[in-house]
């Protein structure tokens, strides 16, 4: 496919697999023969922090990391992190939320921070964009058996959903070629399951 | 051959996705190197273990993690001094600690090639400062390279070496946080194998530093910069495109280096106006190339320097501007448009360079959320020993009244300073928490307990000096050295307290109690106890509180993380801890005070719970609660 660039903001929580999803997305899109630069987030950060994987891809593409308003998919792993990057959403921008809460400590320590509702994650990520979709992935991985694979769920979301520009067969291979063998078969049907939700979701885009 | 994992394979033309440090490792492979030797530092931690992968197919290479990187640099001078490619790799900041070597490893020149990596972090995402390392070719005389891609940093780290050897000079390979930590398609080259055995050539007047010998290598060096001068036009990464459109009737050139030339190439291809521009791209960012950038003044109306942090083109730019009387032909321009502080934003970028060129832009409209955001800082994992011993001086110093300057160093134990702990007042460089308590000692009442605190790898890298002083001096303080056996904030590499080299292999391992002891602490001034048995810990605090002198308290457990490790392999069952809602009061004192992130708090129910997927059994929450709520269930 011949486009100018492709930007795929991954956000969510240390320890929950940002990197391993921008790695996955990374080598797939080098499998489909695009140019490819990815930034991430080490170090300090991924002790339980915030953290971000930037994914660009295409004809012209040279930096590692995506102009604010110009994420052309915004994937949180966790719903909060897709509101504190909400710089990276424009028009556009379509943004599939994992729907599982991971509660940040700093909710403990002032009773005026608190942990906002969906909905109201929603109503905000909404003023940008209207392509706003919470993923059910824990329960949709639980279903193909292990809730581990809520990632590669995401990732058959992405594909599904028919905008992302990249083969399946080379997300697929690029899923297998990161993940322990014995686990084959497990992601396999959370792939599936997710490719399907994605579709689902295909008809309410806008 | 499918068994040698990818990165060590001589396989030139093969294409994969790398993370930069990962290309930087294979760039050293490349190279021929012999010698590498380095301290973990974000963001260079990942060259090494990469190129360790290659040392079972490439037995010639001689890697090591060092105890900091003034030692990691001196055994990369003694490599180069043996005639052998050599390479020391470390943080932006590490090169401080590294300078007092390095700047005279400069004078002594080279024999085999000598680089030194710099891995600097515009933005600070995990260090103390952003100091612009670029200053150090000005400081010490020597060449700086700077890659903008996965592939030239590569390219260019092989060149290095031949550079290094062909100048007889140290070079500086200058790096940031978005090359080192992102990933992008390279092709492999060539593997050298430059059959050279180490040997020395006993040049004394060479490899001493007497007066008699460095005054004389003054002039050389000297010699040596003006000659890499006149060279620095030819040199192969450096790119001069000029343009002879002009955009609102003025002709405009740029000049960029690393990662910031990639963003402005982007900016420009934002604005479709990269093919309407004059672009000079350094990869010899000292000594400058004068012809070239001569060429370019000559060539334009205005020009914008686009390098991230200090002015330091730009600068040089307008000394050369006014030495070649270009002062009223062409206006340079840098830091009026572009920020001195952080990392470039892409969009930052385009919206200056539509100021910059006269191009109507506006930036997408951002919206005001109408929630708050909740903080996510990074924190100490579940069951990390360092907050146990926080946990413990906290609670002391509440019970007794007790005032502390507690100085903490670099490492997970840094993030002591946020909430809920908040127990961290001073923190300033490796080693510095026994330093400053040091001086601390001098300038506070008797009834101010003086502590310092820092971990196992930061004691080895810069503890033990500062330790001897206050042994020496008398200077009383209470030392913390939390050991749980890994360089853990860096991503847990091992190190002394562990024994175990960079290749995995049995080296020797030292016990901190050891060293201490022999670096003159009474043995009743020594207190060594395991982190997760909060009882006995306190107690033994307690004892060091009361005691005089300079007294140490180490307390020890594996670091958590890599402790999960073991237990997945080993399909080790932990215990399993819930809360009894029976007696639970809702008091919080676990996530206000504690904060170990396993502990969850439902505000309608006012009961605390565990989170079972994070939770790694370490119990400490039954030993925090006030109310005896936690429980290990039983099997």
Known sequence: ?206 | MSDIPVIAQNKPGKKLIMLGNEAIARGILEAGVIIAAAYPGTPSSEIMPALAKCVPYHPELRVEWSVNEKVAFEIAHAGSMSNVRSIAVMKHVGLNVASDAFMTACYHGVRGGLVVISADDPSQFSSQNEQDNRYYGLHAIAPVFEPSTAQEAKDMLKYAFQFSEENNSVVIFRTTTRLNHGRADVEFGKILKLDRTPEFDWDRHRWTCVPSSTRPQRTEILLRMKKMKEKADDFPFNELTISEEKINGKRYGFIATGIAHAHMIDALNFHGIKDKVSILKLGLVNPLPQKLIKKLMTSVDELLVVEELEPIFEEQCKAFAYDWSLGDKVRIHGKDFLPQQGEFKPETLITQFAKFVGIDYTPPESTTLDIIVPPRLPQMCPACSHRNIYWIMKQFSKKHKMKFVNNSDIGCYSLGVYKPLEMVDTMLCMGGSIGMANGFAKTMPDDILVTAFLGDSTFFHSGVAPLINAVYNRNNMLIIISDNSFTSMTGGQDNPSNGITLTKEQGTKILIENVVKGCGVPEENIWVHEAYDMEGLKEKFEQAVKAKGVRVIIPRHMCSLQEMRLVKKNKIKLPIIKVDHDVCIGCQTCVRQFGCPAINFDYEIRKASIDQEQCRGCKTCIYICPSNAFYVVKE
């Open chain 1, 1 to 206: 496919m011949n486009i100018d660039q492709f930007n795929i903001l991954s956000v969510g929580v240390g320890g929950q697999g940002v990197i391993r999803v921008t790695q996955i997305l990374a080598s797939a899109a080098l499998l489909d023969n695009y140019h490819v630069r990815t930034a991430e987030t080490h170090g300090m950060a991924q002790r339980g922090g915030s953290v971000s994987g930037y994914l660009r891809f295409g004809e012209l593409v040279d930096g590692p990391l995506i102009p604010a308003g110009f994420a052309d998919i915004i994937m949180a792993l966790e719903p909060l992190e897709a509101v504190r990057n909400i710089k990276y959403a424009g028009k556009k921008s379509i943004i599939f939320l994992n729907d599982k809460r991971i509660l940040p400590l700093s909710i403990y320590q002032s009773k005026k921070i608190v942990y906002p509702d969906f909905d109201e994650i929603l109503a905000n990520l909404k003023k940008i964009t209207n392509n706003v979709f919470f993923i059910k992935a824990t329960d949709l991985a639980e279903k193909a058996g292990n809730a581990k694979t809520s990632n590669v769920i995401m990732l058959g979301v992405l594909i599904g959903s028919g905008i992302l520009p990249l083969s399946k067969e080379n997300l697929e291979i690029s899923i297998f070629n990161n993940i322990p063998a014995k686990a084959k078969e497990i992601n396999k049907i959370a792939f599936k399951l997710g490719i399907e939700e994605g579709k689902r979701i295909r008809s309410e885009l806008n």
